[in-house]
């Protein structure tokens, strides 16, 4: 059976699937059911997406990874809802990564440290 498979709600993967961690950049899992001060943003995040990938090609890190995978890991913030209390996630630093892994294979697994926030989002 899969690591995975035994982790409780409340356990943190030491790796996730580039896939899963793209869900971590949009507007959704920053801001649950729909509060987003922006709005609804896909558009806006494919945008930024292609743009990460784009810089990524430029400055050889989706070939560096195409070739070794993501070594450094990315960081996720656990965050509260500030009126909602839900529990989210938002991809805190390494969007070229996750989008270059993404490309590469949606499967690629890559290292993730998590963090909590103390406060709730603005």
Do not use: C
Request: no cysteine; charged share 20%; aromatic share 6%.
């Amino acid at each position: 059976m899969a690591a995975h498979h035994y982790l409780q709600g409340e356990q943190l993967s030491m790796f996730m699937p580039a896939h899963a961690l793209m869900d971590y950049s949009s507007a959704e899992s920053r801001h649950p059911r729909g509060s987003s001060p922006r709005g609804s943003s896909l558009n806006v995040d494919t945008e930024l997406h292609d743009e990460k990938l784009k810089e990524s090609q430029v400055s050889g890190l989706l070939e560096k990874i195409r070739d070794d995978g993501v070594k450094e890991p990315v960081n996720v913030l656990i965050r509260k809802h500030e009126t909602t209390w839900e529990t989210y996630h938002q991809l805190w630093n390494g969007h070229h990564r996750v989008v270059s892994a993404n490309n590469v294979n949606p499967n690629m697994e890559v290292p993730v440290w998590h963090y909590s926030a103390q406060h709730p989002a603005n």
